[in-house]
């Protein structure tokens, strides 16, 4: 890749941050065939500062997204193998007793990092879940008292299997609140799925794949993303979606203000990947199940119904009324 000059976000026109994102499209699908819609979610979140949940079963390409987003940017990457007996120092970083000195040193843990991709995110114990807590909120790790900073760009991509499955642990409500969108990759199509049995038959396509972006760029586009003119009609569709959640009586716990600040955030982003520097109602109603389903708790008479919450969300956001942004 051609070096590319560190750039501002003053200096990212719009124009420029949508071929920047279409590079990073591009590169990903290079290795995702068939999966636009979730590839543009991904980016999404990227932008808007975000950390990702990818949940489906073994085999269709959860960790594979998260390795090609990660190997289309040219920045540090860590992966953590989530197994039940990863410990939390592990994830963060311990403090060791150097002899030659005589003091503690810290030595970091793979969230010093700026994309962390966590695989099997619920095959570990909730105690070494919750060591990524801190990280993905303050973007920093306390370890022994010491608080240290973490860099910018910071995501963590996060896979998991289905709670049905064996051996996994359901995350704390905490935890799911902290990642801001979570998406299902699903079947491929048949067509591609033929193609996939082209390419990677022959070849690893992963092992090709270039970084078509460096890390000053993606931190530009951040700070641009956060220019995006957003309405007080459109802050105020947010609150209502929301505040729709916490009064249904399908669900037992309903968002967050949090959830609230995610969607915001996320609008914007897919505001300027549509071309666009403001944001419009129809931004946050096709966000709203990818961002706001996996924190909802479902009542028990929905459980008895198997209602989900997706489908919980789709009626909330079918009834509440939509703003006249003319």
Partial sequence: MAATPDVTAAEVPLETLVDTANRIRRAIESVIEGKGDVVRLTLTVLLAEGHLLIEDVPGVGKTMLAKALARSIDCPVKRVQFTPDLLPSDVTGVSAYNQQNGEFEFKPGPVFANIVVGDEINRASPKTQSALLECMEERQVTVDGVTYGLGSPFMVIATQNP?????????????????????????????????????????????????????????????AIRAVYVSQSVKKYAIDIVTATRTSPDLALGASPRATLHMVRCARAHAALSGRDYVIPDDLRDLAVPVLAHRLLPSMEAQGQRRLPEQTIVDLVARVPVPDTK
């Fill in 163 to 223: 709670i049905e499955m064996e051996g996994t642990y359901a995350l704390p409500e905490a935890q799911r609140d902290r990642f801001t969108a979570k998406i299902a990759m699903g079947y491929p199509a048949p067509a591609a799925e033929l193609e996939m049995l082209d390419v990677h038959g022959a070849s690893q396509p992963l092992d090709k794949l270039e970084p078509v972006a460096t890390t000053a760029e993606v931190r530009a586009l951040i700070q």
